[in-house]
């Protein structure tokens, strides 16, 4: 990736005139709706054509951010030279609603130089606010009809550092009018609750430095619990208060816990660079809750790519065999298929009904089946000239897809 470009404000490249049809649900935080990888409202379309059509194409600058969605606006944090920028388009034509700016100084580390400095951590949208978390751990919240800042919070005197090693990637969460991001950097840092509203303080847990999974609500025995990858383990919170429930120390090479946890019934389904892939059940008895593990399942492992969840079935991509797809069943943890391998080093999931969509970093989307049995490919489409690491968005009849520098908006139909 290069930062080199010059960005025009508001530059598309309009190749169609005519947008997707019809707009599926919103898409207000990292993995959807539900932070799940599902993508609710999707009609396939009759027949999938040979090539995506390009609706519309935007230079949005540098990152792995993945755009978010709500009604018929695309919010998107990405880095443009050495300022990091909050953006607003219309999902119709890809035209510039409004833009914020503010300077980011960050150094890189060696190994991650390849991945640029852009952010990492996806936006989340509640309400009228939209809640941004940059790669140096600059969290800010908009106004989303204006792009006005509304408050802003830097760490730097709270914490050694401010981001992990590899850069800020934790996604932020709201939860009953509360902001929740893990902020700070290696061995130094929070899961902090902010008042959405006014950036306020409302409790803070600093037993351990932010991994670079992204934290999910979980209904688990009739209570919410805010579950995530810390640095050093794996822990649920009571999300009103804070309180640590339950951790199980979890550490992976050059300390990456990367994969966000993934909900099934009562369980919880983990994973980490050579760790396998588990499923726990937090059990609260006397008074306490114990994460008990259910089942582990050590032929597959996933290491950047988070799994995806459909009825009873666990689909994902395991960093083995030099990137592998792979089903599991949800409640035995027996291994269903895997496929040869060999598909490159990540990929980003999203179940649509009966299909996959998986985009490949190397800029393949591949659609298969949604099928325990057997991987099925439909389709495969090249969407990008560049790596494609943020999430794809499933918009109605349409595909969102951040490549290195760009934004576009491609047509299924």
């Known amino acids: 990736m290069t930062n080199s470009f010059k960005f025009v404000a508001g530059l598309s490249i309009a190749l169609a005139l005519t947008p997707p ?7 207000p935080q990292w993995r959807g709706p539900n932070r799940d990888g599902i993508a609710i409202s999707f009609t396939p379309p009759t027949a999938w054509p040979e090539k995506l059509r390009t609706v519309w194409k935007v230079q949005v600058g540098i990152g792995h951010s993945c755009p978010v969605v709500v009604g018929h606006r695309i919010y998107l944090l990405s880095r443009q030279q050495e300022s990091e920028v909050a953006s607003c388009f219309d999902l119709d034509t890809g035209k510039l609603l409004w833009r914020d700016s503010y300077p980011v100084a960050y ?11 852009g952010p990492k951590s996806t936006p989340v949208i509640s309400g009228d606010k939209l809640y941004t978390l940059g790669i140096a751990g600059v969290l800010s919240c908009y106004d989303t009809a204006t792009g006005r800042v509304l408050w802003r919070k830097e760490f730097a ?4 550092t401010t981001s992990p090693d590899f850069g800020t990637a934790a996604s932020p969460i709201v939860w009953n009018g509360m902001l929740i991001a893990h902020v700070g950097g290696h061995d130094s840092g929070a899961l902090m609750a902010f008042d959405g509203n006014t950036g306020e303080v409302k409790w803070k847990w600093n037993g351990d430095g932010p991994g670079y999974a992204s934290p999910v609500i979980a209904q688990i025995g009739g209570t919410s619990q805010i579950v995530t990858q810390t640095q050093k383990s794996i822990a649920g919170f009571e999300p009103q208060s804070g309180e640590l429930l339950w951790q199980i120390p979890f550490e992976t090479e050059y300390v990456q816990n990367i994969v966000t946890p993934a909900a099934y019934n009562q369980t ?3 994973s980490g660079i050579d760790k396998g892939t588990m499923a726990i ?3 609260k008895r006397a008074n306490k809750w114990v994460p008990e593990q259910v089942w582990r399942n050590d032929d597959v492992s996933m290491y950047m790519s988070s799994p995806v969840v459909t009825g009873d079935y666990v689909f994902g991509f395991s960093h083995k065999r030099k990137g592998q797809f792979f089903c599991v069943d949800a409640r035995t943890g027996k291994t ?3 496929d040869n391998g060999r598909d490159g080093d990540n990929v980003a999931i999203v179940g649509a009904g009966q299909y996959l969509f998986m985009l490949t970093d190397g800029a393949d989307l591949i659609v298969a089946r949604n099928d325990p049995a057997r991987f099925e490919v439909v389709k495969k489409y090249s969407v990008a000239q560049s790596p494609t690491w943020a999430h794809p968005v499933i918009v109605g009849n349409g595909v969102l897809i951040k490549d290195a520098s760009t934004l576009a908006l491609l047509s299924l139909e």
Not at 21 to 27: L, N, T, Y
Not at 109 to 116: E, I, K, L, R, S
Not at 157 to 160: A, D, H, T
């Open 21 to 27: 049809a019809s707009i599926g649900r919103d898409w």
């Open 107 to 117: 150094e890189m580390n060696p190994a991650a130089v390849t991945h640029g400095k």
């Open 157 to 160: 005197k709270q914490f050694k």
């Open 268 to 270: 919880l389904i983990l």
């Open 281 to 283: 059940r937090p059990v």
């Open 336 to 338: 269903l298929w895997t």
